[in-house]
Structure formats: C-alpha cells, structure tokens
C-alpha cells in the first residue's frame, strides 16, 4: 500500500487509524489495581500504585508522541514523512522525545507534571532506604497520587484537542486524497 492510500487509511479510521491505547481496557484494569492497592493503605498498596501510574503516564507520553507524529504527517500531505518507532525507551527518554515534537495544546503542562513524576518516583523507589519510616514513604506517595491525577486530566484535554483536529483533517483531506490516489500524476 502506497504511503497515500496509507495515510488516507488511517484517517478514515478514526477507531483504529488514529492513535489510541492499543490496550485500553487492560490500562483501565491497571488503573483500577492501582487505585484499589492506594486505598488500602498499607506500604506495598502504595508503592504498587505508584509503579503502575508511572507505566501508564510513560504510555500517556507515547500516546500524545504518536498524535503529534499523526499531526505532521496530516500536516505536510502530500509530502511524506515517515516516524520510526524507537524500541526500548526509557520515561525520561519518551518525555525527551514528546519535549521534541511540535507544540501541542497542554505540552507544556503535561512535560512538567511527567518530569516531576519522575523525579517523586525515583526518589521513593531508588532511595526508599534513605527515608525514616514507612508513614513518610506513603505521603510522599500521596503527593505521586495528586501528580498522577493531574497528569491524567491534562493528557485527556490535549488528546482530545489531537482528535478534535484529526476530525477537521479528515473533513478537508480524504476528498482531496481520495483523488490524488486516484488520478494518473502528469508526467506517468
């Protein structure tokens, strides 16, 4: 399939064409683990919660990079560029990359509130040592928590900001696409 007919794919298809949570249910269910764990209370419910949101804020991250790639592509139709997806990156490495991507309703928020994230979860989980008591590991997760939640209300607004544009892409795009496929170029 040509990179046209590709991309025209893509953009007809709003469930499955444009960037989603491949797993979307089981990153609820995660969500929901980590929500049950924090609300026990104890130690291990909360240093459970705080790895999972950070799994699913990394994902938030990859998310909001795939729209942003969705966007330019959108963006220099009908020139082409193509994204690799680069295996194996760590959080700080995919906010790095997000950080370097086009500008974006809410980036800036969004890269502050992973990066302090970040910061609060290697402190707790590389240095759970250094701190004094279990009391003073589990209000420091308190604050991972409010974090968190943030992260979560500023990923869905500039997600749904993406959507909001892909919509009005596809509304001035696929007919002119349709028709750049279709018809023989001069010169063929």
């Given at each position: 399939?040509?990179?046209?007919?590709?991309?025209?794919?893509?953009?007809?298809?709003?469930?499955?064409?444009?960037?989603?949570?491949?797993?979307?249910?089981?990153m609820q269910t995660l969500d929901?683990?980590?929500?049950?764990?924090?609300?026990?209370?104890?130690?291990?419910?909360?240093?459970?919660?705080?790895?999972?949101?950070?799994?699913?804020?990394?994902?938030?991250?990859?998310?909001?990079?795939?729209?942003?790639?969705?966007?330019?592509?959108l963006s220099v139709y009908p020139?082409?560029?193509?994204?690799?997806?680069?295996?194996?990156?760590?959080?700080?490495?995919?906010?790095?990359?997000?950080?370097?991507?086009?500008?974006?309703?809410?980036?800036v928020e969004f890269l502050i509130?992973?990066?302090?994230?970040?910061?609060?979860?290697?402190?707790?989980?590389?240095?759970?040592?250094?701190?004094?008591?279990?009391?003073?590991?589990?209000?420091?997760?308190?604050?991972?928590?409010?974090?968190?939640?943030?992260?979560?209300?500023?990923?869905?607004?500039?997600?749904?900001?993406?959507?909001?544009?892909?919509?009005?892409?596809?509304?001035?795009?696929?007919?002119?696409?349709?028709?750049?496929?279709?018809?023989?170029?001069?010169?063929?």
């Amino acid at each position: 399939m040509s990179y046209s007919a590709n991309l025209l794919a893509r953009l007809k298809d709003a469930e499955e064409g444009w960037p989603h949570f491949e797993t979307a249910d089981f990153m609820q269910t995660l969500d929901d683990v980590a929500e049950t764990a924090f609300t026990k209370k104890s130690i291990e419910g909360h240093l459970a919660a705080l790895l999972i949101w950070h799994q699913l804020c990394e994902e938030m991250a990859k998310l909001l990079l795939k729209d942003a790639q969705f966007f330019i592509q959108l963006s220099v139709y009908p020139a082409e560029i193509v994204f690799r997806e680069k295996k194996k990156l760590m959080f700080g490495q995919v906010v790095e990359e997000l950080r370097e991507t086009i500008s974006f309703s809410h980036k800036v928020e969004f890269l502050i509130a992973c990066r302090k994230l970040n910061t609060e979860r290697i402190a707790l989980v590389h240095r759970l040592t250094r701190h004094t008591s279990l009391a003073d590991i589990m209000s420091r997760v308190v604050e991972v928590k409010t974090t968190f939640d943030e992260i979560f209300r500023i990923f869905e607004a500039a997600h749904d900001a993406f959507r909001v544009n892909f919509h009005s892409f596809a509304k001035d795009l696929i007919e002119f696409m349709e028709e750049e496929i279709t018809s023989p170029k001069e010169g063929s």
